[in-house]
């Protein structure tokens, strides 16, 4: 009996370790669920909604600079593509004038070409007269 004594007392510290950290784990379970259980307005939840809404703000003041950014760089683009397309138009108004004064000069080239071929058969018949009328 004394040997059952002896072994009860080696099993109590083994077993009161066990029942310590079985009621702390119960406790922690207990004090997760009280916590998720909090109203939004409890005094515990104050100082974590308050660094919630100070990054919330942060992220939103961030987001709201990009947007701006974006937006300015948007402008600057339409900008510059509008300015471009007026160079654009003005470069194939410039082409279409160049391409009518192009044909215009080809068709006086041709004209030129005609009246000189009509000019030098005119000659060629009057030197063809004259050479015979002079033998």
């Known amino acids: 009996m004394k040997e059952n ?3 009860a007392s080696f099993d109590r510290p083994r077993n009161l370790h066990n029942d310590l950290i079985k009621h702390e784990q119960i406790s922690n379970e207990q004090d997760e669920m009280s916590l998720a259980l909090l109203p939004p307005d409890h ?7 308050q660094s919630l809404k100070e990054f919330l703000l942060r992220a939103k003041d961030q987001l709201m600079n990009e947007i701006e950014e974006i ?4 402008k600057q683009k339409e900008q510059q593509r509008e300015e471009q397309g007026a160079t654009l138009y003005d470069k194939q108004q410039e082409i279409l004038r160049q391409n009518d004064k192009l044909e ?6 041709q004209e030129t070409v005609q009246q000189r071929h009509c000019e030098e058969e005119a000659v060629r018949h ?4 004259y050479e015979e009328k002079a033998k």
Do not use: D, G, M, R
């Not at 005094?43 to 909604?49: E, G, N, R």
């Open 5 to 7: 004594n002896v072994e």
């Open 43 to 49: 005094p515990l939840l104050a100082k974590f909604q």
């Open 71 to 74: 937006k300015y760089s948007v």
């Open 104 to 109: 215009e000069y080809a068709q006086q080239i």
């Open 126 to 129: 009057i030197k063809a007269e």
